[in-house]
């Protein structure tokens, strides 16, 4: 996947929520929001899947450290439609992320490296970010 937005120097930490609003691209197979320190260690990939690595309507959610991924953790709520517009609120715990979905379902995924502040978001695949906010 190619990063579409690049965000740098931020400083995302527990007790705080991200908004991320944008399109999901009308052809895509996939896209990824990664968090983290850098493009070598993310504490959250989180990663709708219309269709890809053998995965349909499933969003999976794994952590990477020194380039290794770690365990998958798939989900099979899936309220994202292509060429539709979508809301995404990360809240961000010392010992989870909660990723709240347009539908109010809520994804959790352990915080694997605890509590350290996030400075890297990267945005991959077929998203179109419209917005990015911390609350």
Known sequence: MTSN???????FKPGQVMK??????EETCS????????????SLHFNPRFNEHGDSQTIVCNSMSDG???EEHRDSEFPFELGKETKV?????????????????VVKFPNRYGNQTLNHLAVDGGFKMISFKVL
Do not use: C, P, R
């Open 31 to 42: 896209f990824a929001f990664n968090l983290g320190k850098d493009s070598q260690e993310y």
């Open 68 to 70: 290794v991924w770690g």
């Open 20 to 25: 991320i609003k944008g399109t999901v691209a």
């Open 89 to 105: 609120y990360i809240t961000y715990q010392n010992d989870a992320f909660e990723i709240k979905l347009t539908n109010d379902h």
């Open 5 to 11: 937005v690049l965000i740098q120097n931020m400083a």
